[in-house]
């Protein structure tokens, strides 16, 4: 009698662990997919051709940095960033010139028009 009450008591305990363990990990998931976002960029000429081999970085207002490279269909998204906070994207590209812009991050692609051959310059912190 006395081992099947220790047996009860270990097997319920294991129960729990796994409940709990179960619980949190789904609140963690939750947690994640709520406060993150992911944005998606597309890197076009003047005459919407897609531009691969291409750094898109992204700050915040803190300096953080996130970038990724255009692959090719020109194409490239970042993942992580906060659905509440303003972001600057710069593009590096050899021979394509894009103006600095500032977004939030959303669920529509935003496409980057290379305006001219020059090279885009960002002062590196």
């Known amino acids: 009698m006395k081992n099947l009450i220790i047996t009860f008591g270990i097997l319920f305990s294991l129960f729990l662990l796994i409940s709990f363990t179960t619980h949190n990990s789904q609140q963690i998931n ?13 890197l076009v000429d003047s005459l919407g051709n897609r531009i691969s081999g291409c750094t898109i970085e992204v700050s ?19 993942c992580g960033l906060n659905p509440n906070v303003y972001y600057t994207v710069y593009v590096q590209c050899e021979n394509c010139y894009v103006s600095p812009r500032t977004f939030i991050c959303g669920s529509q692609e935003i496409v980057l028009v290379c305006e001219s051959t020059k090279m885009n310059k960002r002062k590196s912190k």
């Open 60 to 78: 915040d207002s803190l300096g953080n940095l996130f970038h990724c490279t255009t692959g090719v269909k020109g194409y490239c998204s970042i």
């Open 30 to 42: 939750k947690n994640i997919s709520v406060d993150s976002c992911c944005q998606t960029f597309k």
